[in-house]
Each structure stands twice: as C-alpha cells, then as structure tokens.
C-alpha cells in the first residue's frame, strides 16, 4: 500500500540554494577551511580507536545476543529519538563485529574512521586498497537503519552489482536488504531494487530514473497535489509508473570522478524522431567539409575547441550548398552545419573520443575510457559522426529532461563521498556540494617509489623508450601497468610489444568484457597490462608471490591528462597496503595536453633544442606541463560552472524545473 508518507519521500527532495558569489563565497570558503580542519580528524581518530576496542570486546557475545543488540540498534536508529546520535561509537562497533562475522574482514581503525567521516557527510580521501567498499557499508547500515532511501553510488554497473552481491552477508545480518540497478534492467527489475535498503548503482543510473520518475508525474509533482488527484481518480495508475523510493543519503565512491569530472556534461532524457532532412543535410554537410582546407577555408581554435571559418570558406560552402533542403539554405543555418562537420573532423577521433561497434558510433567516456552505448551527441554532431564514417545515420533526438550532476546531488538531505585523489578538489567539492574533504591515513605505511619523469621532442621516440623499459621489467618478472589516454593509443603500443615478442594483456573500450579478469592478474610475476583510464577504477591489483622482491607493481603513466588527478589515480593503483611499487611518468613535446593548453613561445624553445630526456631540460619542461594542466583544469571548471549557470537559468524559466522543488 502506498501510504501519503511513502508517496511524500518519493519526491521529497532539498531545494539547493544558489551558489555564493563574491564577498559571500569568500566567507564561504573560510567555513569550508574551518570545517576540515585537522582537529576534526584528530578527534574522530581518537573515537575510532576507542571502536575498535569495544568491537574487540564483543567477540564474546554469542550470535543470538549480537543479533539482539544489533536490532534494538536499528530500532534507536529508526525511531531517531532525541539523543541517538550518541550512540554511533556503540552502533560502528557491533556493525564491525557484524563484519567479522559475516564477511571475515574485520574493520581497519581507518576503516571506522573512514566511516564516522562519511556519517557527518564529509568526503573521506582514502588511498586505493585501503577498502573503501566495506568503509561505504559501514555507514551506510546506519543510514539505512532510518528507514530512508540510501544510495551508494559506483562508476559502473559491474561494481554496483559485485559490491551488493559480496557485502549482503553483512547487510542481512544487521536486518537490511540490498539492490543494485544496472543499464540493462527493464523498469519493474529496478522499481524491485530500489525497494531494497541500500541500493548500488552508478550516478547516471540514478539521474536518468529520478528524471523518467519526473517525466511520468507530469506537472503534478507536489505530493498533497497528488493524494488529491488520487482520491478524487482511485483508478488512476499513472503514478505508480515511478521506480525510485525517492532520494536521502548517497555515499559516492570515487566522487571526484563522479562530482567533478563526469559532471562537465549534463544528463539528458530524449526521444529519437524521424528527421529526413535533417539527416540527409548532415550527409551533405560532411561531403562538403571534406572539400574545405584547413588555414585556408577555416581555422582550428584547439584550445577553446573552436572552428572559425576565413571568407574563402564562407564562399566555398555557398557554392556547393546546393544539395542542401531549402530550409538549410539560409547562410547560417548551412554554415552551422558545415562547421559542426568540421568540428566531428577536428575534434573527435575515432577510438579516443568514440568507437564503431556493431556499425554503430559508441561514445567513449575519455575519464573513464568506458563505453556508453546509450548516449548520444546532440545538435547533429552524432549524425555528422557518423556521416564521416560512411555508416547508416541514426534518428536525431529531442530533448524530454536535462538536469546536471551538480545540481542533483544538491537534492539529497545527506551527502558523502570517498575518493583517492580529492585534495585538489577540496575548494570545487565544498563550493558546490558544501562536501569538506578530510584525508585518511593509511592502514599502513605507503613506500612507493615515484621516479623522475622521462621526456621526449615527439611520441615515437617516447613510446621506444616505454617500450624498453617495460621490456626491462618484464625480463625480471616485476609486473607492469601502462596506462593510456585513448582506444588508440593502447592499441598503437600492443602493436610495438608484438614485435619484441612481449606477453601483455589489453584493456581498452572495446574490451571492457574482461575488465575484472585483466585487473585482478595485473599483480602476477611477469604480467604487462595495457589499460586505459578505466583501469584506475575499483578493482584492487593484488601482488602475485615474490613479486614484492621484485620491486612490487610497476605502472608507467604514457601521457599527462588534463587533470593531475587522474594521473594520481594511476600511479596509486600500486603499493595498496604497504606493498612495494614504483612509477613513472613520461611525456612528449608534441602530446596533446601541451599542444592545446602550453606556452606557445616555450614550447617552440623546446622544440628547437634537443629535448630527449636531458636532465638540464627536465625542471622547464615539467613547467610546462604542469602549466597546461592547471589552464585544462581551469578551462574545465568553468564548463562546469556554466552547466550550473544553464540550470539556473532553466530553473527561474521553466515551471518544469521549478515543480521539481516544490514539495
């Protein structure tokens, strides 16, 4: 029976305030700064120590009375009477129990410590192997014990449904269900697991059935609007079209990933409608950019990643727009799709930007180095894709919903994350989620080796030298990752392992069937992994025997990305727990990163000299890089800032967004 209480939660979310601005975010910031201050940590340090010792103290108690204390646990918790917080110290302590019993893992100190971080909705930063699946378990008992939706969020759905299925001893034993909602679910499977106490998914998951939950209410989002609607039409079942329980606490894993780089591009609900013209003029688009020469048609703006077309051009593309629909005809309109043909040409590359499956143009997630087969580009620039690789143009789509990651997660009542690499993204986490970030220490002492940066005038040259020394290491038996920025890159360097005869296995896009199985050997005396950025992602790579003697896991990052922390998130797949490890970061004058964001004027010097690996030429060169990633970083912030800005807009404008709210 759904009673007016269940139906209110459904669609009960907070009304996030505007973001400060000038004097207000700078008194902001200093209470973002006091709320992460180190004596916060201290104290919980402290408390988690004390857990630990009364959890020791409860492997007396025989199973019937754990059981006992744990359910009258869950009935404080879901009562929430005045008082109850006070009784997480007790509350962690038999859950920590409950875990040795259950799973056979008993909790770390920086394992409760991570928790008690994620109960009082802070980001715990947690370095990789240090267990953050049974850390997010941890708090999330407790969340659900209220009785509320609690939601912990993943980066795919091979880590929702693994983590769900691994830790539900747990949960069953402390009297809570568990789900997980994964791409490929028909919609009563998901309304089934978002029933459940705690839920697993990945955040597009969960933003794409709050906005199908949306669509389906129509403009009757209040619930007293609602139960009146129902009482005066009992008959009425459009509204049991919805599949969530509703939204309170989300624990994100891998939140800067999450809150931060995947929230560039918001998500949006659509429809594909049959467009004829639409798709034949995409055709004749691509035939006449593939006529247009660069620097003399049109210019290339690679770092605003922008197209700007000379006279000449303007002249050409008005002859031979001919073969365009009359509604085309217009300057604008032909010129607008010639240079959305040009910027499929410029700017997206086939197995870096996307891949071609099963004749069909697949995006390719370039932080995660996923697929995403349900997701297309808009503005006919997937079909002008398309065009340019000869292949059959898909149905252009309509926008039914858009909502941006920001702006969602500022819906929830409780919010917390764990990430490995969030440091350098405290200020945007607190800025915009008020999420303060406090670093974990680890479980034991990290004795990674981090060797100088090898660079190199061009990637020919950088890709021998990593191939050397992956051929070193391999000789050895010490197990190597090397982890790339695109589908083509990984493939162009299995290509040079081929002709040394080097063992290694490939995981890419295309071969994200065999993403656990490839990770999980990644440790073994004498393996050579070829990964790209998904392979910093949830999987521990656990050390094969001897290989610590060995030096540990070696991993080469092959290029800088835009963001250093994603180059962080690499070099930490190595030394979890104490293990030994090393790595190394290499560069070319002529990668991307400095191509588009570097100092013109340096990078021509360097380019003139005799840049390979020379020691004196180091120190300005990791300038130079280190320069194009704080501009790529700051370029991309305020493409996150303007998604902000679009719903802000959207929000004042459209009753659609501003029922959302009205609860």
Not at 405 to 419: A, N, P, V
Request: hydrophobic letters at 40%; aromatic letters at 6%; charged letters at 25%.
């Amino acid at each position: 029976m759904n009673l007016p209480a269940h139906d209110y939660q459904a669609t009960r979310t907070i009304a996030p305030e505007k973001l400060p601005h000038g004097l207000d975010r700078w008194a902001h910031e200093i209470v973002g700064h006091y709320r992460r201050r180190t004596f916060i940590r201290s104290r919980w340090l402290v408390q988690s120590e004390r857990i630990i010792e009364r959890s020791m103290q409860h492997q007396s108690l025989s199973d019937q009375e754990l059981k006992r204390r744990l359910s009258n646990m869950r009935a404080v918790y879901r009562r929430q009477r005045q008082g109850h917080e006070h009784r997480l110290p007790e509350a962690l302590a038999l859950i920590a129990e409950a875990a040795a019993r259950s799973l056979g893992m008993r909790p770390y100190m920086v394992q409760i410590l991570g928790a008690i971080i994620l109960h009082h909705g802070y980001l715990a930063e947690m370095a990789t192997g240090e267990g953050k699946s049974l850390t997010a378990c941890l708090a999330a008992v407790i969340a659900a014990w209220t009785a509320k939706p609690c939601h912990i969020i993943t980066t795919n759905d091979y880590l929702a449904s693994r983590d769900a299925e691994e830790l539900a001893p747990l949960y069953q034993r402390c009297e809570i269900s568990t789900g997980w909602i994964g791409s490929g679910m028909t919609p009563a499977e998901r309304k089934a697991n978002y029933q459940k106490g705690v839920v697993y998914t990945s955040s597009k998951e969960l933003l794409a059935d709050f906005l199908r939950d949306r669509l389906a209410l129509g403009n009757v989002h209040q619930s007293s609007r609602r139960q009146i609607r129902i009482k005066r039409n009992p008959h009425d079942r459009s509204y049991h079209q919805r599949v969530m329980r509703g939204i309170d606490t989300a624990i994100v894993d891998e939140a800067d990933s999450v809150l931060i780089d995947e929230a560039v591009t918001p998500l949006i609900i659509s429809q594909a409608y049959e467009n004829k013209p639409l798709t034949e003029a995409c055709q004749a688009a691509n035939h006449i950019a593939g006529a247009l020469a660069a620097e003399i048609d049109y210019r290339v703006d690679r770092r605003y990643r922008e197209i700007i077309l000379t006279k000449p051009g303007e002249e050409k593309i008005a002859a031979m727009s001919t073969a365009l629909a009359d509604i085309f005809q217009g300057s604008a309109r032909r010129e607008e799709l010639v240079l959305t043909a040009l910027t499929a040409r410029e700017f997206y590359q086939r197995n870096k930007q996307y891949v071609v499956e099963e004749n069909k143009v697949v995006i390719v997630d370039e932080f995660t180095g996923r697929m995403m087969p349900l997701r297309t580009w808009r503005h006919g620039l997937h079909q002008s894709i398309e065009a340019q690789e000869g292949l059959p143009l898909s149905d252009p789509s309509e926008t039914l919903a858009r909502l941006s990651f920001q702006r969602f997660f500022r819906f929830f009542s409780k919010l917390g994350g764990m990430s490995g690499t969030a440091r350098e993204a405290a200020n945007e986490l607190w800025h915009i989620y008020e999420l303060p970030v406090l670093s974990v220490p680890t479980n034991k002492p990290c004795i990674r080796k981090v060797l100088p940066s090898r660079f190199y005038p061009d990637p020919k040259s950088k890709w021998q030298a990593i191939c050397d020394e992956t051929g070193a290491c391999h000789e050895t038996g010490q197990p190597v990752l090397i982890g790339t920025r695109s589908v083509a890159a990984s493939e162009a360097f299995a290509d040079l392992l081929r002709e040394r005869n080097i063992p290694f296995q490939l995981l890419n896009a295309v071969k994200h069937r065999e993403e656990a199985k490839i990770i999980a050997s990644a440790g073994q005396t004498g393996a050579v992994t070829i990964a790209t950025n998904m392979a910093g992602r949830g999987a521990d790579i656990k050390l094969g025997r001897g290989v610590g003697e060995l030096g540990g896991l070696h991993v080469i990052v092959s290029e800088r990305h835009e963001s250093g922390r994603i180059d962080r998130q690499l070099g930490g797949r190595c030394s979890r727990q104490g293990d030994p490890g090393s790595v190394r970061i290499y560069g070319s004058l002529e990668d991307g990163l400095v191509r588009q964001y570097g100092s013109k004027t340096l990078l021509k010097l360097l380019l003139q000299t005799n840049s390979r690996n020379r020691p004196e030429l180091n120190r300005l060169i990791e300038h130079l890089f280190a320069q194009a990633q704080q501009k790529a970083q700051r370029r991309a912030f305020r493409q996150r800032q303007m998604v902000m800005q679009t719903d802000d807009w959207l929000t004042d404008a459209l009753s659609f967004a501003r029922s959302e709210l009205d609860q």
